[in-house]
């Protein structure tokens, strides 16, 4: 397991190619998937700077909130509910440029303004998971934080269903 993170570039694109393989040494060996899960959303906060990022787990007919990094944040989330229950019901990734006029929001912090919320799936093909990345400036994601955050959904997908 890698102990020291350095991400560089000047571009998002150049910050999550710099990123990517350093998550993947981040989890290679690590047996625990929560500790992995942890380090990941770490790794994504600190070497992004994000405002707010984690996962939430499927638990029943809930999103159940798992590791994160930020701000506390919403406990429980009913499916088909705000972005990460839109998220799950429709199982696709979602981008929110202002999240106050997403139908349904739920305001776990209101410095939250833009948000990215994407489905993990696990080994039967359902959503287990949603991982939840979260701004404090309008519009922020763009197709380029979809393409890399879908390279770190596979490397959860692997931990999880291992």
């Given at each position: 397991?890698?102990?020291?993170?350095?991400?560089?570039?000047?571009?998002?694109?150049?910050?999550?190619?710099?990123?990517?393989?350093?998550?993947?040494?981040?989890?290679?060996?690590?047996?625990?998937?929560?500790?992995?899960?942890?380090?990941?959303?770490?790794?994504?906060?600190?070497?992004?700077?994000?405002?707010?990022?984690?996962?939430?787990?499927?638990?029943?007919?809930?999103?159940?909130?798992?590791?994160?990094?930020?701000?506390?944040?919403?406990?429980?989330?009913?499916?088909?509910?705000?972005?990460?229950?839109?998220?799950?019901?429709?199982?696709?990734?979602?981008?929110?440029?202002?999240?106050?006029?997403?139908?349904?929001?739920?305001?776990?912090?209101?410095?939250?303004?833009?948000?990215?919320?994407?489905?993990?799936?696990?080994?039967?093909?359902?959503?287990?998971?949603?991982?939840?990345?979260?701004?404090?400036?309008?519009?922020?994601f763009s197709e380029t934080d979809e393409f890399y955050l879908k390279?770190?959904?596979?490397?959860?997908?692997?931990?999880?269903?291992?």
């Amino acid at each position: 397991m890698a102990e020291s993170f350095t991400i560089t570039g000047s571009s998002r694109k150049e910050l999550y190619i710099s990123l990517i393989p350093q998550l993947k040494a981040l989890v290679e060996g690590e047996t625990d998937k929560w500790a992995s899960l942890g380090n990941i959303m770490s790794a994504l906060k600190y070497g992004m700077n994000f405002f707010w990022v984690g996962i939430y787990s499927v638990k029943g007919k809930e999103l159940v909130l798992g590791p994160f990094q930020g701000t506390v944040a919403c406990t429980r989330i009913a499916f088909g509910k705000g972005v990460c229950g839109y998220c799950w019901k429709e199982k696709k990734v979602v981008i929110v440029d202002d999240v106050d006029k997403f139908d349904g929001h739920i305001a776990c912090s209101s410095e939250s303004k833009s948000e990215i919320v994407l489905p993990v799936f696990g080994k039967n093909g359902e959503v287990a998971m949603v991982l939840d990345v979260d701004s404090e400036h309008l519009a922020h994601f763009s197709e380029t934080d979809e393409f890399y955050l879908k390279q770190v959904v596979q490397i959860i997908e692997k931990i999880i269903t291992a």
